[in-house]
DNA sequence: ACAAAAGTGTTTGCGTTACACCCATGA
DNA sequence: TCATGGGTGTAACGCAAACACTTTTGT
């Protein structure tokens, strides 16, 4: 019974290794992912930037990034590295793509795969100080190693797209928000200008706010009413087929 | 002289490997493309499928797939396969998204990028016989193994979105076409049906055909013109700020 | 009283949709 | 002559864009 055992195990093995055997021929890879941060300061759309203490390019700015261990997804992977800067679950992260020119790194052969994440930027969450990061203005930002750049430039068309059929704004903002900050946020994202009374009524016809009766005080003297995301409501409109575009 | 050049060789190796030794120990993963490959037979869209002939799944259908090479993007990569099954080159190929879960294929860990191919289906290519591919009808294909359902699920997606933002329906059709053939093109891919004015009209409010003087006379015997994607057009409206949208 | 931001409706225009009949031709 | 698919125009509607004044309140 024991050796029987034992043989059915070791059978196992080999097959197991038989099969995997079939991929040695196979080149493997290094694969890393790189995180392009997005946050809101109420005005300009943000970025999280780090100053490499490390070579190659030490002292230059790049997107934080981690190489992907065996027994994890990229998406994780990708979390993982948000933590360590940031310290931050369960935040909005939506991978983008692959880069895998043989020459983009110079110093060995990786192929990374983007992800871009929306973090809001109030929350009071401590920045891991051995990272050396930085926000910058997504309007003048320094230039960035690698492929870096054209990672940003992905992100920042990605986030357009999802942003106009997904309600992935709110992530950017505090639970409540006035509806100027909502419309200087669409304003960023698109690098456009809205009339207050179209968008407000576009907003409301929306139909996925909820009106508090707080107010924030530290825009005016009148104070402006703040407003919340209704998820649960939108959740249930999609549901019954209902579309967001905006 | 020669001594010196021998040193600074030894040098750049040294350095070289210095730097890579820094990355050693980092996992190394398997890489992989998988291609959806759409075509488009006048009245429904189609995917080629291959059936396995080699374990794990043998005999079981399957997108087109292979590893990717040292010295190879997947760009590349995806181009290899692509090209190994139906002989085409400088078909349309565009990269969708990464599939890394951990267990995704049961005999080895490999990470897989899934590519989408638009090809038309009349040219007379040779599809290569030891793949044992097969033409399905988007709407009545059998499953596939894997996540490559997924995969399919995602390219489907993909391929809406870039055909209302851009024109990437002609690749799915001959150089000429009819008027009918062009709205069946666009019904299938977005699962509608359109008034045949009111798509005419949009289509040539975009401004973006030639009508030629020929007539496609299969279809009817009265015949009907055929058209062609003015694609030099396109470009000179795109660079002057013009927004395809269908 | 005044400065500064909040809040609120109506009109216009354009693009989308709905809709039906004649034409050309081969069989 | 008839059956089949090709080709064409207009009216109604709805959403998006343009547009300006009143309210509130702290200073």
New interface residues.
């Given amino acids: 019974m024991i050796i029987s055992m034992h043989k059915r195990i070791i059978f196992v093995i080999t097959y197991?290794l038989m099969?995997?055997k079939?991929?040695s021929q196979?080149?493997?890879?290094?694969?890393a992912v790189d995180c392009i941060i997005f946050g809101f300061d109420g005005n300009n759309l943000k970025i999280l930037l780090i100053k490499r203490n490390f070579?190659?390019k030490k002292g230059e700015w790049s997107l934080m990034g981690g190489?992907?261990?065996?027994?994890?997804?990229?998406?994780s992977a990708a979390n993982r590295v948000l933590i360590s800067l940031t310290g931050l679950e369960n935040i909005y992260l939506e991978?983008l793509?692959?880069y895998?020119?043989?020459e983009r790194e110079p110093?060995?052969?990786?192929?990374s795969?983007s992800y871009y994440a929306l973090i809001n930027i109030e929350n009071n969450f401590e920045i891991n100080e051995k990272y050396n990061a930085q926000w910058f203005d997504l309007n003048d930002f320094p230039e960035l190693i690698f492929d870096h750049n054209l990672m940003v430039n992905h992100a920042v068309a990605r986030l357009r797209?999802r942003a106009s059929t997904q309600p992935i704004g709110f992530e950017l903002l505090p639970v409540k928000f006035t509806m100027r900050e909502l419309q200087s946020l669409y304003e960023a994202i698109f690098d456009e200008t809205y009339d207050k009374r179209n968008f407000i009524s576009k907003i409301n016809s929306l139909d996925i706010l909820i009106k508090t009766n707080e107010k924030d005080m530290r825009s005016s003297k009148k104070g402006s009413f703040l407003y919340r995301f209704d998820e649960k409501k939108y959740r249930n409109k999609i549901a019954k087929g209902y579309i967001f575009k905006i």
């Fill in positions: 197991e099969m995997k079939n991929y196979y080149p493997k890879h290094l694969l070579e190659p190489f992907i261990g065996d027994n994890e997804t990229l998406d991978q793509r692959v895998s020119e043989v110093t060995a052969r990786i192929i795969v797209y």
